[in-house]
């Protein structure tokens, strides 16, 4: 429902006047008061904002020339500077965090546990598990005495209404990567349900911490404070839940065929502070048709790999079928522990005798395939080890060993598309990445991903040429005729303008010390084509992104601060005169 400024300027927080507002104003709230805030409260000790101000106010924690007349204004319902309201939706922020942080936590818990992984031939928006979480997340919606609308199970909305015209879509979304749960095991040999929160010191374990129901839960509970604390809005906010964000991302354009498109979004689906830029997401998918195998000796008939063309996996494991399993064990031991010395040795190759078979692992770190360079992929390592073996050990030459010499002569260990020739990189945005990820394969073919993502700097088509034209004078040469079908999406590039942006710069940089500049980032988010889009966190840049891993974590300390950012934003975009 609308609601006039003239309606709430009296309820709580007062807008100060349009034409002296200054959104780029610093709040001046220092990091040691904010601690310092937070440890003289608990959830039980607050009613509310305006009494967690009240006591702030009376304590020695806000009396400075800035915060004090801040607060008081804000209590007697007077118009406030840009600085005192930028003071005040920092408190906002905290109050958050101790009104609610053990409430958002449960609730992420409660949503981790909802499995919503795709199901081969299942559509997504009849998946019960999405079934299931739409219905929850309506519910805590309902509670919150926010408008939800359900789009044919399709994308979730969450409305917080204001007086003016703008709409601020705010992306994140439902659907997680699938998990390979014997993956999920910590160093000590800790086991881990992926759909489980599981807290071991600081870190809250399970598939979605990271990615991306962290970023439903603090947009919920920011929604919920700004609405029951009366607090007024120059804008419309809409909470936009993705179902379809790491398959097929058909779920949003669905919803814009039906709905609206917002003039400005942001997906809590990405990086700090504010990220302006986004490579293309391409794939690589070559399949290579069942054969006969062919020569003497052992043969490959089974080899893992990542679940989703954008996930590195912790593991790949390949299955052997020869007569002389416990010799074959010893040579590709021995063969493997030569590998591993010839090329970084930083991963490991084990085998394992099981009955007539023998199973090889290859044991790497996952990543996120939008950064290659944080993980040691298994996948590219077994596949290059298996081509390894010719000469070395007796293999029957079949659709697996097909790929392998593809993988080898094409793409190798390397993650820029050196192998290939390919690489290129932009100043600002970085390199081109090529990963090695996706594994299928049934009795008709077996199928192998290369994941890309890529700069500015060559347009989609003449990048698409360029990889075709060299994969087809490789199968001319090595008589290997694998089925490539090759797509590439458009970078996302923003020309960063508008108040908002500024805000939002000024909000994360802030709360989190980080350097007052844009960054750019190699993951797409479903801002990448809409009009003034851009990622506002949830990562930290400096520290390793643990979405699509096996053991995918979020820390505490980094929920709840989440938690606090994106409400002083929701407090500080809402009400920019102009956005």
Do not use: C
Request: net charge negative; no cysteine.
């Amino acid at each position: 429902m609308n609601v006039s400024l003239k309606h709430l300027a009296a309820a709580t927080l007062v807008l100060a006047s349009f034409s002296s507002f200054s959104p780029a104003a610093f709040a001046n709230l220092t990091p040691q008061q904010g601690t310092a805030i937070l440890s003289s409260f608990n959830d039980a000790s607050v009613k509310d904002f305006r009494q967690f101000l009240d006591r702030v106010g009376k304590s020695d924690l806000a009396k400075t020339d800035t915060l004090t007349p801040a607060i008081t204004g804000f209590l007697a319902n007077k118009p406030l500077t840009a600085e005192q309201q930028n003071e005040i939706h920092r408190l906002l922020g905290l109050y958050a965090r101790v009104k609610y942080g053990a409430a958002a936590t449960e609730t992420l818990r409660e949503l981790v546990a909802i499995p919503t992984v795709r199901q081969d031939g299942v559509p997504q928006h009849e998946n019960p598990a999405f079934i299931e979480i739409a219905a929850k997340i309506k519910s805590l919606a309902e509670s919150f005495h926010l408008n939800f609308r359900n789009i044919d199970n399709r994308v979730y909305e969450i409305s917080l209404e204001g007086a003016g015209k703008d709409v601020v879509g705010i992306h994140a979304h439902a659907d997680v990567v699938p998990v390979t749960p014997e993956n999920w095991v910590l160093e000590d040999g800790t086991h881990l349900d992926p759909f489980k929160v599981t807290l071991i010191g600081d870190r809250m374990y399970g598939r979605g911490t990271e990615d991306d129901k962290n970023g439903i839960v603090v947009a919920l509970y920011a929604m919920k404070i700004i609405k029951e604390e009366k607090l007024p809005l120059a804008r419309t906010f809409k909470l936009l839940v993705d179902t379809t964000e790491e398959t097929a991302g058909d779920a949003i354009p669905y919803y814009f065929e039906r709905n609206p498109v917002p003039e400005y979004n942001l997906a809590l689906d990405g990086s700090y502070p504010v990220v302006i830029a986004e490579k293309g997401y391409g794939t690589v998918m070559a399949t290579f048709p069942r054969r006969a195998a062919e020569g003497q000796g052992a043969e490959v008939t089974s080899m893992t790999g990542g679940m989703a063309t954008n996930q590195i996996p912790s593991r790949s494991v390949a299955t052997f079928v020869t007569d002389t399993p416990e010799a074959l064990a010893a040579e590709l031991q021995r063969a493997g522990v030569d590998y591993v010395q010839r090329n970084g040795g930083n991963f490991d190759i084990n085998t394992k005798v099981e009955g007539k078979g023998v199973s090889l692992t290859v044991t790497g770190v996952s990543a996120h395939s939008s950064e290659p360079e944080s993980g040691v992929n298994p996948v590219a390592r077994m596949l290059g080890f298996l081509n390894s073996l010719d000469g070395k050990v007796a293999l029957k030459h079949n659709a697996i060993t097909d790929a392998a010499r593809y993988a080898t002569d094409n793409w190798g260990l390397d993650y820029l598309g050196e192998k290939l020739g390919v690489g290129f990189s932009d100043a600002f945005m970085g390199p081109l990445t090529a990963s090695l990820t996706y594994v299928a394969q049934d009795d008709k073919a077996f199928k192998l991903a290369v994941n890309l993502r890529v700069p500015k700097g060559k347009s989609p088509e003449s990048l698409k040429a360029e990889i075709g034209k060299k994969l087809d004078a490789w199968t001319e040469k090595a008589r290997i005729t694998p089925a490539f079908d090759v797509s590439i999406a458009e970078p996302m590039y923003r020309n960063p303008e508008g108040e908002w942006v500024k805000a939002l710069l000024t909000v994360a940089s802030e709360n989190l010390n980080m350097p007052h500049t844009f960054g750019t980032s190699a993951g797409a988010t479903s801002v990448h084509e809409l009009p003034n889009g851009v990622q506002f966190g949830l990562a930290r840049p400096d520290v390793k992104y643990t979405g699509h891993t096996d053991s995918e974590f979020k820390t505490t300390e980094q929920f709840l601060l989440d938690l606090q950012i994106v409400t002083e934003m929701f407090g500080r975009i809402g009400q920019l005169p102009k956005l």
